[in-house]
Antibody, heavy 120, light 108 residues
Framework: QVQLQESGPGLVKPSQTLSLTCTVSGGSIRFGSYYWTWIRQPAGKGLEWIGHIYTSGSTNYNPSLKSRVTISADTSKNQFSLNLSSVTAADTAVYYC????????????WGKGTTVTVSS | EIVLTQSPGTLSLSPGERATLSCRASQSVSSRYLVWYQQKPGQAPRLLIYGASNRVTGIPDRFSGSGSGTDFTLTINRLEPEDFAVYYCQQYGSSPLTFGGGTKVEIK
């Protein structure tokens, strides 16, 4: 059974880079047809897709964040990561990693989420 | 970008009643890429329906999805206490992937 777990600092200063890692257990990120995805949710608000990295290594980002986002994968550690640069208070949210199905693009496995606060 | 508008924003119903949730797209979405999730407070979203009408294994059959083009519906028959939550639709027929704003189903 595949499980995902987010990790990273809970507090980031404005203008710095937010860095999170998602560790995948119970399956390999190298195999299958999956989009390894980051999604965020500000407190009390809806879900926002940040972007994903496909099994092949190709990436796709939300245009609203594209200039600040990098998603990468470390297959040796079975992890994928999110870097979001030049953060502001508007980036304060719960950040989720999820597995996206490559055929129907539904996200069937989610991490529990990690809260990141941007504040000095 | 395809904008998904969910209505109503809040649905107040009693256990045993039927909930009908709407998800309207700003342009046509392939049914193949229309998804519904349920989210409870403090939890990650849970996949319910994919391909507009395909219920995920383990999801009770009181949940059903329908629709095509720009209009999609999630129906919950005979609401159970555990069904009171926020529901989101999502599309990825066109990049970027987008979510609707959510419908909260609350106990009346």
């Amino acid at each position: 059974q595949v499980q995902l777990q987010e990790s990273g600092p809970g507090l980031v200063k404005p203008s710095q880079t937010l860095s999170l890692t998602c560790t995948v257990s119970g399956g390999s990120i190298r195999f299958g047809s999956y989009y390894w995805t980051w999604i965020r949710q500000p407190a009390g608000k809806g879900l926002e897709w940040i972007g994903h990295i496909y099994t092949s290594g190709s990436t796709n980002y939300n245009p609203s964040l594209k200039s600040r986002v990098t998603i990468s994968a470390d297959t040796s550690k079975n992890q994928f990561s999110l870097n979001l640069s030049s953060v502001t208070a508007a980036d304060t949210a719960v950040y989720y990693c999820a597995r996206g199905n490559g055929n129907f693009y539904y996200m069937d496995v989610w991490g529990k989420g990690t809260t990141v606060t941007v504040s000095s | 970008e395809i904008v998904l508008t969910q209505s109503p924003g809040t649905l107040s119903l009693s256990p045993g009643e039927r909930a009908t949730l709407s998800c309207r797209a700003s342009q046509s979405v392939s049914s193949r890429y229309l998804v519904w999730y349920q989210q409870k407070p403090g939890q990650a979203p849970r996949l319910l329906i994919y391909g507009a009408s395909n219920r995920v294994t383990g999801i009770p059959d009181r949940f059903s999805g329908s629709g095509s083009g720009t209009d999609f519906t999630l129906t919950i028959n005979r609401l159970e206490p555990e069904d009171f939550a926020v529901y989101y639709c999502q599309q990825y027929g066109s990049s970027p992937l987008t979510f609707g704003g959510g419908t909260k189903v609350e106990i009346k």
